[in-house]
């Protein structure tokens, strides 16, 4: 394998002729001397690679290089004259591979995320989102490294599904019938009998449901790829195909469930603070102002318990500053979880047992009647990060549930039959993978975690 520039800076000056590969972000000429910074994506420094003019010979060469072009470079690794530095390449020879006219969008000064986003296929190539696709490198490695060393087995659940996990009917529909055309039945309703499947089929909200019927044969099972929401919130938050890390376990209760998602959240964080400082500390200057801090307190410290209860109690306090005041029974906005967050409890906040009205059909009811052992993970200038809960694991429990929200059982007698045959208390979690990154790197939008965003009214590229 060739050697990254990341390791190439690492080196001690030698005689030895080494090649380094990558595109150009500045070149500084001046008349004797030819400097050109290369980035590989390594790491967010380039190498510096020093060209005498003199004994190059061939400044036609020199002269058709400029930024973004591609270049490979020989040369040996020299204590560097300048500050910014340790080593530099002093270049012995170097082969143009790509040229780059000057309509290259990604020109020496800053660019707005605005505009970058336009330019989504060559955006990796600026610091700010070569930092934040190495950050989101580790973080997905740390999800595997966590739940492999801990027993976990990693299972893909289908991306296209009959069922609606979420229930909230947020889902996009996959169909190859001809739009222009449809084919109806007699009472004038669409006849999915023809369609693909032969009946109607989703991209998948999330793979809790399959995940679950995995869970009760591996006993801890964990799922990281795609879900799609048709969600119409057009916010910095929301995202219509996003990552999602859903872990199960059975024989696992609310408390179990808790102590996981908080171990998993401080470890990919962890991981992020120990392997990206370079990173870091470009977003720190660039991005959000105490962050590394920020993270560090969060893996330090035990995150706040409450129950929904008691979150409505401390928030009803301050009715008067939110545009929308709460009482029991109301869901918990954004503007909510900030303030319990980062007013009330200065640190993440689980809250669990919320009322059944406002969570999913398959919660694990109270015997209050009223709530469910759902939890949430809220996080300063966040909000919700993770969501979860033990699940139902009563048969006669679920289906009165399931009755009463009029859903329709036929897409669900295997996630209902898992309830008779061997059931056992089981719960699990999801983490939004974009909305974790986010909050690591204090990016402000999360279109601009994820390399193509798709979001209502938006799929470009
Ligand atoms: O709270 P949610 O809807 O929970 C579930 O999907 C459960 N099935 C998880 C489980 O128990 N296995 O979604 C989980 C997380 C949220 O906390 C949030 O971080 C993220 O997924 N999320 C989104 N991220 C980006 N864009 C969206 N539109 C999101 N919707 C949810
Ligand atoms: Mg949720």
């Known amino acids: 394998m060739k050697e990254r520039i990341k390791s190439l800076l690492t080196r001690e000056p030698s005689s030895e002729i080494i090649t380094a590969e990558g595109w150009v972000r500045t070149k500084r000429d001046s008349k004797n001397v030819c400097f050109l910074e290369i980035n590989d994506g390594s790491c967010l420094k380039g190498l510096q690679a020093v060209i005498d003019k003199a004994s190059f010979n061939n ?28 080593v530099e390449l002093a270049v012995t020879s170097l082969v143009l591979v790509g040229p780059c006219p000057n309509d290259y969008p990604l020109q020496k000064k800053r660019h707005t995320v605005e505009f970058l986003r336009e330019q989504a296929y060559l955006r990796p190539r600026t610091n700010l989102f070569g930092a934040v696709t190495r950050v989101r490198n580790t973080m997905a490695y740390a999800v595997h490294q966590f739940f492999q060393e801990n027993g976990f087995v990693y299972v893909n659940t289908p991306l296209i599904t009959a069922s609606d996990c979420e229930g909230a009917g947020e889902q996009f529909q996959v169909t190859t019938l001809d739009l222009q055309n449809v084919p109806k039945k007699e009472d004038g309703s669409v006849d999915y009998s023809k369609d693909f499947f032969g009946k109607i089929a989703n991209l998948t909200v999330s793979g809790q449901l399959e995940g679950e019927t995995y869970a009760m044969a591996m006993k801890n099972i964990y799922t990281f790829g795609p879900t799609f929401r048709a969600e119409e ?82 928030l009803e306090k301050h009715n008067e500053k939110f545009e929308f005041p709460v009482e029991w029974g109301s869901d918990i906005a954004s503007e909510h979880e900030r303030y319990l967050t980062e007013v009330i409890a200065k640190r993440p906040v689980i809250v669990t047992d919320y009322p059944k009205e406002i969570k999913s059909f398959y919660m694990k009811q109270n015997d209050d009647g009223k709530t469910v052992r759902g939890m949430d993970i809220l996080a300063p200038r966040l909000g919700e990060i993770i969501g979860g809960s033990e699940r139902e694991s009563d048969y006669d429990k679920l289906k009165a549930r399931m009755d009463e929200l009029k859903m329709d059982d036929t897409n669900y007698w295997w996630y209902m039959n898992l309830r008779r045959y061997g059931t056992a208390p089981h719960s699990g ?29 938006y799929c470009e590229y």
């Not at 058709?64 to 300048?82: D, H, M, Q, Y």
């Not at 179990?256 to 908080?262: F, S």
């Not at 990016?443 to 193509?452: A, C, K």
């Open 59 to 86: 400044n036609n060469l020199l002269d058709s290089i400029s930024t973004g072009a591609a270049v490979s470079v020989k040369g040996t690794i020299v204590e560097s004259l300048g500050g910014n530095q340790k």
């Open 233 to 314: 919130s057009n916010t910095s938050r929301h995202l219509a195909e996003f990552w999602m890390i859903e872990p199960e376990m059975a024989f696992c209760d609310l408390e179990g469930d808790m102590d996981c998602a908080e171990s998993f959240l401080k470890y990919i964080f962890k991981a992020v603070l120990e392997k990206n400082s370079e990173d870091m500390a470009f977003f720190e200057q660039f991005v959000l102002k105490g962050l590394t801090e920020t993270l560090e307190s969060v893996v330090s410290t035990p995150f706040e318990h409450m129950t929904y209860t008691e979150a409505i109690k401390h």
């Open 429 to 457: 979690f999801g983490l939004g993978f974009e909305r974790a990154v986010r909050y690591v790197t204090g990016v402000e939008n999360i279109r601009d975690v994820i390399p193509y965003p798709r979001a209502v009214g």
